[in-house]
């Protein structure tokens, strides 16, 4: 939000149920009983929605799976269908999806021409997209971010390593050859703010650094940055009984290669191009303290 501020936007959030940040105005909605307030959308410059359950922080059961689709492509639906009906449509949807679009793919390189993949995540992307369809049908011009791992000090994938990397338990996971797409929280939030800025961008945008990394890789600049040792790998068998196989296999075994194409030839900077730059960045050591 503050972010949005210093834009130059009036930021208006989605709520479901709870109090707004205060200072922040707030149109209800709610995509399990299907409403929203339509009004309070009339005239509206631009939408982000990027609403979801969590993929990766527990085991993927028959329900957890279900609410993890419904919990995009609900939201997703019913948002479009509202602001397609408006007299006055925002000129512009940025829309949620993630690299896991395109599956495990080795060290092949990935832009947004590559084919989506066909295990659970890539599913739930290519549906999550598809429900946003419809606004890019209707004149509004369009913008799907497929989202890396996001690196933040607070959550996250970052936030649950830091732990055991910090009393020097961290190691690399599997082979640690796949590689992790990865995107500093700053350089997410301006790159959805470009998306929101820039008429020439459409269609779907990765939001990865552009220097992805092995996971051997990010252990090791870790480690470095921290200071601690990474040799001992982590085990994968506890891994697996907490989280199952299917979640450990596609999610932390296996890896994308993700270029930011569709950025980068629209102009977008990043801040933070590199690992080690960005996690020092990140958890406050840009001075190497």
């Not at 919990?71 to 000129?91: A, I, Q, W």
């Not at 495990?104 to 739930?124: C, I, K, M, N, Y």
Request: some cysteine.
């Amino acid at each position: 939000m503050p972010r949005l501020v210093a834009a130059g936007h009036r930021p208006i959030a989605a709520v479901r149920g709870r109090e707004v940040s205060p200072g922040v105005e707030g149109i209800a909605w709610d995509p399990e009983t299907g409403t929203m307030d339509a009004a309070a959308l009339d005239g509206i410059g631009g939408v982000v929605h990027l609403a979801g359950a969590g993929i990766a922080d527990r085991r993927w059961t028959d329900s957890r799976k279900r609410l993890i689709l419904e919990s995009r492509t609900k939201g997703t639906s019913l948002l479009v269908s509202t602001l397609v009906d408006l007299e006055h449509p925002p000129s512009v949807l940025v829309s949620g999806s993630a690299t896991g679009y395109y599956g495990d793919r080795g060290d092949e390189v990935l832009t947004e021409d590559s084919p989506p993949a066909e295990d659970f995540a890539a599913q739930v992307c290519q549906r999550w997209e598809a429900a946003a369809q419809p606004a890019a049908e209707a004149g509004i011009r369009l913008v799907t971010v497929r989202s890396g791992i996001v690196l933040g000090r607070h959550g996250g994938m970052l936030g649950r390593v830091l732990a055991p990397f910090r009393v020097g338990l961290g190691g690399r996971l599997g082979s640690g050859q796949q590689y992790m797409s990865w995107v500093s929280i700053d350089d997410e939030v301006a790159a959805i703010l470009h998306a929101l800025d820039h008429p020439s961008l459409t269609g779907p945008a990765n939001v990865t650094a552009p220097n992805p990394v092995t996971n051997a890789e990010f252990t090791t600049t870790l480690g470095h940055v921290l200071g601690r040792s990474t040799v001992i790998p982590t085990p994968v068998a506890p891994l697996r009984l907490v989280y199952g196989s299917e979640l450990v296999t596609d999610l932390l075994l296996g890896g994308q290669r993700v270029l930011p194409q569709a950025l980068e030839a629209d102009g977008f900077g990043f801040a933070n191009p590199t690992l080690d730059g960005a996690l020092r960045v990140v958890l406050g050591r840009a001075n190497g303290v």
